[in-house]
Protein backbone atom coordinates (compact mmCIF):
# COMPACT_ATOMS: atom_id res chain seq x y z
CA UNK A 1 0.00 0.00 0.00
CA UNK A 2 1.52 3.17 -0.81
CA UNK A 3 0.25 6.55 -0.04
CA UNK A 4 0.98 6.86 3.40
CA UNK A 5 3.09 10.10 3.15
CA UNK A 6 2.10 13.99 3.98
CA UNK A 7 3.64 16.93 2.78
CA UNK A 8 6.76 18.16 0.94
CA UNK A 9 9.20 19.92 2.87
CA UNK A 10 7.83 19.14 6.40
CA UNK A 11 6.92 15.53 5.85
CA UNK A 12 4.41 13.06 8.19
CA UNK A 13 4.52 9.10 7.27
CA UNK A 14 2.19 7.06 9.34
CA UNK A 15 2.29 3.32 10.08
CA UNK A 16 0.70 0.39 11.46
CA UNK A 17 -3.25 -0.72 12.08
CA UNK A 18 -6.26 -0.45 14.49
CA UNK A 19 -5.80 -3.67 16.23
CA UNK A 20 -1.96 -4.37 15.92
CA UNK A 21 0.38 -3.82 18.50
CA UNK A 22 1.50 -0.33 18.00
CA UNK A 23 0.50 2.86 15.28
CA UNK A 24 3.14 5.60 14.62
CA UNK A 25 4.63 7.83 12.41
CA UNK A 26 7.93 9.63 10.63
CA UNK A 27 7.95 13.12 10.99
CA UNK A 28 10.90 14.39 8.47
CA UNK A 29 12.34 17.87 7.79
CA UNK A 30 11.87 19.07 11.31
CA UNK A 31 14.68 21.97 11.44
CA UNK A 32 17.50 21.19 14.11
CA UNK A 33 17.50 22.75 17.46
CA UNK A 34 13.50 23.24 18.49
CA UNK A 35 12.87 22.09 22.13
CA UNK A 36 10.74 18.83 21.59
CA UNK A 37 9.57 16.04 24.33
CA UNK A 38 7.77 14.05 24.64
CA UNK A 39 5.12 16.18 27.18
CA UNK A 40 4.75 18.81 23.95
CA UNK A 41 3.21 16.10 21.86
CA UNK A 42 0.77 14.24 24.70
CA UNK A 43 -1.29 16.65 25.89
CA UNK A 44 -2.45 17.28 21.83
CA UNK A 45 -3.01 13.44 22.15
CA UNK A 46 -5.03 13.68 25.25
CA UNK A 47 -7.43 15.91 23.52
CA UNK A 48 -8.19 13.13 20.71
CA UNK A 49 -7.74 10.11 22.82
CA UNK A 50 -10.87 8.01 23.19
CA UNK A 51 -12.90 6.85 26.26
CA UNK A 52 -13.03 10.17 28.27
CA UNK A 53 -17.29 10.76 28.31
CA UNK A 54 -19.61 8.68 27.48
CA UNK A 55 -20.08 10.18 24.12
CA UNK A 56 -17.19 8.80 22.39
CA UNK A 57 -15.94 5.42 21.99
CA UNK A 58 -15.12 3.27 24.87
CA UNK A 59 -12.10 1.81 23.73
CA UNK A 60 -9.23 2.67 27.01
CA UNK A 61 -6.65 3.40 24.97
CA UNK A 62 -3.83 5.77 27.24
CA UNK A 63 -2.07 6.99 24.02
CA UNK A 64 1.07 7.46 25.37
CA UNK A 65 3.43 8.81 22.77
CA UNK A 66 7.47 7.46 23.13
CA UNK A 67 10.07 9.89 20.76
CA UNK A 68 12.24 7.03 19.23
CA UNK A 69 14.37 8.77 17.31
CA UNK A 70 15.30 12.48 16.19
CA UNK A 71 16.34 14.13 19.12
CA UNK A 72 19.22 14.46 21.40
CA UNK A 73 20.27 16.44 24.84
CA UNK A 74 21.63 19.45 24.29
CA UNK A 75 25.10 19.82 26.57
CA UNK A 76 24.92 23.70 26.77
CA UNK A 77 21.21 23.87 27.68
CA UNK A 78 20.79 20.63 29.35
CA UNK A 79 17.23 20.40 26.73
CA UNK A 80 16.37 17.76 24.56
CA UNK A 81 16.26 19.26 20.78
CA UNK A 82 15.56 18.22 17.30
CA UNK A 83 18.59 16.85 15.25
CA UNK A 84 17.31 17.43 11.91
CA UNK A 85 16.80 13.89 11.28
CA UNK A 86 13.71 11.92 11.30
CA UNK A 87 11.29 11.67 14.38
CA UNK A 88 9.89 8.76 14.78
CA UNK A 89 7.16 8.23 17.36
CA UNK A 90 5.37 5.46 18.62
CA UNK A 91 1.86 4.93 20.59
CA UNK A 92 1.18 1.36 22.01
CA UNK A 93 -2.46 -0.22 21.26
CA UNK A 94 -3.33 -1.83 24.58
CA UNK A 95 -6.97 -2.40 24.39
CA UNK A 96 -8.04 -3.88 21.48
CA UNK A 97 -11.36 -6.49 21.01
CA UNK A 98 -10.78 -7.72 17.83
CA UNK A 99 -13.61 -10.57 18.74
CA UNK A 100 -16.59 -7.91 18.66
CA UNK A 101 -15.75 -7.32 14.72
CA UNK A 102 -16.13 -11.36 14.04
CA UNK A 103 -19.56 -11.28 13.15
CA UNK A 104 -19.36 -8.75 10.69
CA UNK A 105 -15.95 -10.09 9.11
CA UNK A 106 -17.48 -11.27 5.70
CA UNK A 107 -20.45 -7.45 5.65
CA UNK A 108 -19.48 -4.63 3.98
CA UNK A 109 -20.75 -1.68 6.56
CA UNK A 110 -22.75 0.56 4.18
CA UNK A 111 -20.68 3.88 4.30
CA UNK A 112 -17.31 2.48 5.76
CA UNK A 113 -14.44 1.46 3.33
CA UNK A 114 -14.95 -1.75 4.18
CA UNK A 115 -16.59 -2.37 0.51
CA UNK A 116 -14.01 -0.41 -1.45
CA UNK A 117 -10.79 -1.09 0.53
CA UNK A 118 -11.48 -5.01 -0.52
CA UNK A 119 -12.12 -4.14 -4.01
CA UNK A 120 -8.96 -2.28 -4.32
CA UNK A 121 -6.70 -4.35 -2.05
CA UNK A 122 -8.53 -8.04 -2.25
CA UNK A 123 -7.91 -8.35 1.13
CA UNK A 124 -9.52 -6.46 4.16
CA UNK A 125 -8.48 -6.31 8.19
CA UNK A 126 -11.89 -6.23 9.20
CA UNK A 127 -10.69 -6.34 12.81
CA UNK A 128 -10.84 -2.22 13.33
CA UNK A 129 -10.75 -1.88 9.69
CA UNK A 130 -6.88 -1.85 9.73
CA UNK A 131 -5.20 1.48 8.09
CA UNK A 132 -9.00 2.55 7.24
CA UNK A 133 -9.30 3.10 11.06
CA UNK A 134 -9.22 6.24 12.72
CA UNK A 135 -6.82 4.93 15.21
CA UNK A 136 -4.38 6.32 12.15
CA UNK A 137 -6.00 10.11 13.20
CA UNK A 138 -3.54 9.58 16.49
CA UNK A 139 -0.17 9.39 14.74
CA UNK A 140 -1.08 12.49 12.48
CA UNK A 141 -2.07 14.87 16.34
CA UNK A 142 1.34 13.86 17.48
CA UNK A 143 3.04 14.77 13.81
CA UNK A 144 0.63 17.82 14.14
CA UNK A 145 2.75 18.58 17.71
CA UNK A 146 5.82 18.34 16.16
CA UNK A 147 4.57 20.92 13.50
CA UNK A 148 3.08 23.70 16.08
CA UNK A 149 6.87 23.84 17.45
CA UNK A 150 8.25 24.93 13.81
CA UNK A 151 5.40 27.44 13.57
CA UNK A 152 7.16 30.45 15.28
CA UNK A 153 3.50 32.74 16.70
CA UNK A 154 0.75 30.57 15.53
CA UNK A 155 -2.20 29.64 16.97
CA UNK A 156 -4.26 26.94 16.16
CA UNK A 157 -7.44 26.35 17.70
CA UNK A 158 -10.36 23.90 16.42
CA UNK A 159 -14.11 23.85 17.86
CA UNK A 160 -17.32 21.83 16.82
CA UNK A 161 -19.69 24.28 15.54
CA UNK A 162 -23.00 21.84 14.46
CA UNK A 163 -23.71 18.32 16.01
CA UNK A 164 -26.60 16.63 13.26
CA UNK A 165 -29.26 19.76 11.78
CA UNK A 166 -28.12 21.92 15.34
CA UNK A 167 -25.29 24.24 15.08
CA UNK A 168 -23.93 26.76 17.94
CA UNK A 169 -25.08 30.67 18.05
CA UNK A 170 -21.89 32.03 16.99
CA UNK A 171 -23.10 35.39 19.13
CA UNK A 172 -22.27 33.03 22.09
CA UNK A 173 -18.43 32.10 21.11
CA UNK A 174 -16.38 31.62 23.77
CA UNK A 175 -13.04 30.23 23.39
CA UNK A 176 -12.46 29.94 26.93
CA UNK A 177 -15.00 27.09 26.92
CA UNK A 178 -13.79 24.72 24.01
CA UNK A 179 -11.93 22.81 27.00
CA UNK A 180 -14.61 22.74 29.61
CA UNK A 181 -17.02 20.78 27.89
CA UNK A 182 -17.20 16.94 26.45
CA UNK A 183 -18.15 18.50 23.09
CA UNK A 184 -15.54 20.98 22.15
CA UNK A 185 -18.17 23.47 21.73
CA UNK A 186 -17.25 27.23 21.84
CA UNK A 187 -21.22 27.88 22.86
CA UNK A 188 -22.12 26.78 26.59
CA UNK A 189 -25.54 26.67 26.17
CA UNK A 190 -25.68 24.17 23.95
CA UNK A 191 -24.22 21.28 25.30
CA UNK A 192 -26.59 20.54 27.73
CA UNK A 193 -28.89 20.06 24.33
CA UNK A 194 -26.32 18.46 22.30
CA UNK A 195 -25.70 15.57 25.16
CA UNK A 196 -29.89 14.88 24.90
CA UNK A 197 -29.43 14.43 21.08
CA UNK A 198 -26.78 12.31 21.56
CA UNK A 199 -27.88 10.34 24.54
CA UNK A 200 -31.08 9.48 22.20
CA UNK A 201 -29.11 8.74 18.86
CA UNK A 202 -27.04 6.00 21.31
CA UNK A 203 -30.46 4.28 22.59
CA UNK A 204 -31.87 4.15 19.24
CA UNK A 205 -28.54 2.64 18.01
CA UNK A 206 -27.75 5.19 15.48
CA UNK A 207 -25.36 8.13 14.60
CA UNK A 208 -24.77 11.38 13.92
CA UNK A 209 -22.44 13.84 11.70
CA UNK A 210 -21.13 17.31 12.70
CA UNK A 211 -19.25 20.40 11.76
CA UNK A 212 -15.97 21.66 12.74
CA UNK A 213 -14.38 25.36 12.36
CA UNK A 214 -10.36 25.47 12.78
CA UNK A 215 -9.17 28.44 12.81
CA UNK A 216 -5.18 29.21 12.63
CA UNK A 217 -3.81 33.00 14.06
CA UNK A 218 -0.35 34.53 13.77
CA UNK A 219 0.13 33.43 10.24
CA UNK A 220 2.76 35.55 8.36
CA UNK A 221 1.32 36.50 4.67
CA UNK A 222 3.14 34.81 1.77
CA UNK A 223 2.42 31.60 2.68
CA UNK A 224 0.98 29.04 -0.69
CA UNK A 225 1.74 30.11 -4.02
CA UNK A 226 -0.58 31.06 -6.97
CA UNK A 227 -0.91 27.61 -8.78
CA UNK A 228 -0.36 24.50 -8.39
CA UNK A 229 0.43 24.57 -4.20
CA UNK A 230 -2.50 27.25 -3.31
CA UNK A 231 -2.24 27.54 0.63
CA UNK A 232 -6.23 26.52 0.75
CA UNK A 233 -5.92 23.74 -2.00
CA UNK A 234 -3.83 21.94 0.41
CA UNK A 235 -5.75 22.54 3.73
CA UNK A 236 -8.55 21.22 1.67
CA UNK A 237 -6.57 18.07 0.90
CA UNK A 238 -5.23 17.91 4.39
CA UNK A 239 -8.47 17.94 6.24
CA UNK A 240 -10.75 16.24 3.38
CA UNK A 241 -8.24 13.21 4.05
CA UNK A 242 -9.32 12.75 8.14
CA UNK A 243 -11.74 9.77 7.92
CA UNK A 244 -15.22 10.57 7.69
CA UNK A 245 -14.57 13.84 6.27
CA UNK A 246 -17.33 14.81 2.96
CA UNK A 247 -16.90 18.40 2.53
CA UNK A 248 -14.51 21.54 3.13
CA UNK A 249 -15.24 24.81 2.82
CA UNK A 250 -12.36 27.80 3.33
CA UNK A 251 -14.06 31.46 4.82
CA UNK A 252 -17.16 31.67 3.95
CA UNK A 253 -16.84 29.09 1.97
CA UNK A 254 -20.07 28.00 0.14
CA UNK A 255 -21.94 30.96 1.00
CA UNK A 256 -20.46 33.22 -1.33
CA UNK A 257 -22.40 31.62 -3.76
CA UNK A 258 -25.04 33.23 -2.67
CA UNK A 259 -23.35 37.03 -2.12
CA UNK A 260 -22.76 39.77 -4.50
CA UNK A 261 -19.17 40.98 -5.50
CA UNK A 262 -19.47 43.70 -2.85
CA UNK A 263 -21.00 41.73 -0.16
CA UNK A 264 -18.15 39.13 -0.86
CA UNK A 265 -15.08 41.86 -1.00
CA UNK A 266 -12.71 41.91 2.09
CA UNK A 267 -12.50 45.61 1.79
CA UNK A 268 -9.13 46.98 3.01
CA UNK A 269 -7.73 50.26 4.92
CA UNK A 270 -4.93 51.14 5.87
CA UNK A 271 -3.42 50.63 9.97
CA UNK A 272 -2.50 53.29 11.80
CA UNK A 273 1.23 51.41 11.33
CA UNK A 274 0.04 52.05 7.75
CA UNK A 275 -0.10 48.58 7.01
CA UNK A 276 -3.20 47.60 5.03
CA UNK A 277 -5.81 45.96 7.30
CA UNK A 278 -9.17 44.30 6.25
CA UNK A 279 -12.51 45.34 7.37
CA UNK A 280 -13.61 41.46 6.90
CA UNK A 281 -12.82 38.04 6.29
CA UNK A 282 -14.66 36.12 3.87
CA UNK A 283 -11.93 34.60 2.13
CA UNK A 284 -10.32 33.37 5.28
CA UNK A 285 -7.28 34.51 5.46
CA UNK A 286 -6.26 33.06 2.33
CA UNK A 287 -6.56 34.88 -1.65
CA UNK A 288 -5.24 33.30 -4.39
CA UNK A 289 -3.93 30.54 -3.20
CA UNK A 290 -1.95 32.73 -0.34
CA UNK A 291 -2.09 34.10 3.23
CA UNK A 292 -3.04 37.50 3.59
CA UNK A 293 -1.99 37.84 7.24
CA UNK A 294 -5.64 37.63 8.40
CA UNK A 295 -6.82 34.36 10.53
CA UNK A 296 -6.97 31.60 8.34
CA UNK A 297 -10.29 29.65 8.59
CA UNK A 298 -11.44 26.10 7.81
CA UNK A 299 -14.67 24.16 8.45
CA UNK A 300 -15.25 20.35 7.97
CA UNK A 301 -18.09 18.39 7.62
CA UNK A 302 -18.11 14.73 8.66
CA UNK A 303 -20.26 11.90 8.19
CA UNK A 304 -22.21 9.90 10.74
CA UNK A 305 -20.56 6.95 11.73
CA UNK A 306 -20.78 3.85 9.81
CA UNK A 307 -20.41 1.31 12.47
CA UNK A 308 -24.27 1.23 14.08
CA UNK A 309 -25.91 -0.89 16.27
CA UNK A 310 -29.25 -0.50 14.04
CA UNK A 311 -29.31 -3.02 11.13
CA UNK A 312 -29.03 -2.22 7.70
CA UNK A 313 -29.14 -3.64 4.08
CA UNK A 314 -25.90 -4.88 2.99
CA UNK A 315 -24.14 -7.53 0.65
CA UNK A 316 -21.13 -9.75 1.83
CA UNK A 317 -18.02 -11.27 0.48
CA UNK A 318 -19.85 -14.47 -1.06
CA UNK A 319 -22.11 -11.65 -2.87
CA UNK A 320 -25.14 -12.68 -0.77
CA UNK A 321 -27.57 -10.14 0.58
CA UNK A 322 -27.74 -9.27 3.94
CA UNK A 323 -27.88 -7.43 7.09
CA UNK A 324 -25.31 -6.18 9.18
CA UNK A 325 -25.54 -4.47 12.91
CA UNK A 326 -22.12 -3.58 14.41
CA UNK A 327 -22.00 -4.28 18.09
CA UNK A 328 -18.45 -3.02 20.06
CA UNK A 329 -17.37 0.40 20.67
CA UNK A 330 -17.85 2.88 18.19
CA UNK A 331 -18.13 6.79 18.37
CA UNK A 332 -22.21 7.96 17.42
CA UNK A 333 -20.47 11.11 16.90
CA UNK A 334 -17.00 10.64 15.21
CA UNK A 335 -16.71 14.91 14.59
CA UNK A 336 -16.32 15.03 18.58
CA UNK A 337 -12.68 13.65 18.80
CA UNK A 338 -11.90 15.03 15.36
CA UNK A 339 -11.39 18.44 16.62
CA UNK A 340 -7.84 18.01 17.81
CA UNK A 341 -7.25 15.93 14.40
CA UNK A 342 -8.37 18.89 12.23
CA UNK A 343 -6.02 21.38 14.46
CA UNK A 344 -3.11 19.13 13.26
CA UNK A 345 -3.78 19.01 9.61
CA UNK A 346 -3.72 22.19 9.70
CA UNK A 347 -0.46 22.71 11.98
CA UNK A 348 1.00 20.30 9.16
CA UNK A 349 0.16 22.34 6.59
CA UNK A 350 1.36 25.69 8.18
CA UNK A 351 4.78 23.84 8.87
CA UNK A 352 4.99 22.43 5.38
CA UNK A 353 4.36 26.05 3.32
CA UNK A 354 6.61 27.78 6.83
CA UNK A 355 9.37 25.93 5.72
CA UNK A 356 8.72 26.50 1.57
CA UNK A 357 8.24 30.00 2.23
CA UNK A 358 11.22 30.18 4.07
CA UNK A 359 13.00 28.62 1.67
CA UNK A 360 12.24 30.36 -1.54
CA UNK A 361 11.85 33.76 -0.32
CA UNK A 362 14.23 33.88 2.69
CA UNK A 363 11.62 35.27 4.86
CA UNK A 364 10.22 33.23 8.28
Same mark, same amino acid.
Given at each position: ??????? /???????????????????????????????????????????????????????????????????????????????????????????????????????? /?????????????????????????????????????????????????????????????????????????????????????????????????????????????????????????????????????????????????????????????????????????? /??????????????????????????????????????????????????????????????????????????? /????????
Amino acid at each position: MSHNTFG /HLFRMTTWGESHGPAIGCVVDGCPPGIPLTEADIQGFLDKRKPGQSRFTTQRKEADEVAIISGVFTDEKTGKQVTTGTPIALEIQNTDQRSKDYGDIKDKFRPG /HADYSYFVKYGVRDYRGSGRASARETACRVAAGAVARKVLPGVTIRGALVQMGPHPITRENWDWGEVDENPFFSPDPKVVSHWGEYLDALRKDGNSCGAVIEVVAEGVPPGLGAPVYAKLDQDICSALMSINAVKGVEIGAGFATAAMTGTENADRMRLGDDGEPVFLSN /HAGGIVGGISTGQAIVARFAVKPTSSILTPVQTVDKAGNETDVSTKGRHDPCVGIRAVPIGEAMMALVLADHYLR /HRGQTGKG
